[in-house]
Nanobody, 112 residues
């Protein structure tokens, strides 16, 4: 019933920037905690950032100071602004609702 669609991934050089978007469905979007996770080749999926219904934000240590999560409830959209990208950020990025409903992911590749 919950539909999520990520976009904005691509290939960038180290130090570059990308802005990911996730458009969701459902009338309760504004009341949900939403997250970004990522999965690099050969690694488990890991938490990246979260924003709750009040706007409280949490980041994993490796992206603090570089990534910014935000949401636009009127547009049912979650964003992840990624700056100063590093090759270690290469992964498929997924948005999700409370780690229950997931999108299909968008590939981010950072070259050195």
């Amino acid at each position: 019933q919950v539909q999520l669609a990520e976009s904005g991934g691509g290939l960038v050089q180290a130090g570059g920037s990308l802005r990911l978007s996730c458009v969701g469905s459902g009338t309760m979007f504004r009341f949900e905690t939403m997250n970004w996770h990522r999965q690099a080749p050969g690694k488990q999926r890991e938490f990246v950032a979260a924003i709750d219904r009040s706007g409280y934000i949490t980041y994993t240590d490796s992206v603090k100071g570089r990534f910014t999560i935000s949401r636009d409830n009127a547009k049912n959209t979650l964003y992840l602004q990624m700056n100063s990208l590093d090759p270690k950020d290469t992964a498929v990025y997924y948005c999700n609702v409370r780690e229950i409903f997931w999108g299909q992911g968008t590939q981010v590749t950072v070259s050195s």
